[in-house]
């Protein structure tokens, strides 16, 4: 069974700082798309940041760029989300996700549907 497990949310203060982790067991996801997203209440799940390969193809959306950095160690099938100067509208749960992919497609998915495996999701809060 694959199973990815998120952890590092909590409750923060604007322009505070905090690191997820999602270390993902089961199978390998070496070279595979993974990614973070987030779910504010009442609205869509968004796509937030991820990473293509285990060295580079990153992407982020708009409202995080600068802020926000995503990292992965291949070594331990994990995924990270360093997270600066965050905002109230930051605030939501926050998932990884990750799926497998053939080498050819280069282009990182942003969308949801296109992810076969997801962690069960962290909350972040920021107050102001």
């Known amino acids: 069974q694959v199973q990815l497990v998120e952890s590092g949310g909590g409750l923060a203060q604007a322009g505070d700082s905090l690191r997820l982790s999602c270390a993902a067991s089961?199978?390998?996801?070496?070279?595979?798309?993974m990614a973070w997203f987030r779910q504010a209440p009442g609205k869509e799940r968004e796509f937030v940041a991820g990473?293509?390969?285990?060295?580079?193809?990153?992407n982020y959306v708009d409202s995080v760029k600068g802020r926000f950095t995503i990292s992965r160690d291949s070594a331990k099938n994990s995924v990270y989300l360093q997270m600066n100067s965050l905002k109230p509208e930051d605030t939501a749960v926050y998932y990884c996700?990750?799926?497998?992919?053939?080498?050819?497609?280069?282009?990182?998915?942003?969308?949801?549907?296109?992810?076969?495996?997801w962690g069960q999701g962290t909350q972040v809060t920021v107050s102001s």
């Open positions: 996700a990750a799926t497998p992919l053939p080498p050819v497609i280069f282009d990182l998915p942003q969308e949801g549907g296109k992810y076969a495996y």
């Open positions: 089961g199978r390998t996801f070496d070279n595979y798309p």
């Open positions: 990473m293509r390969w285990n060295n580079g193809g990153i």
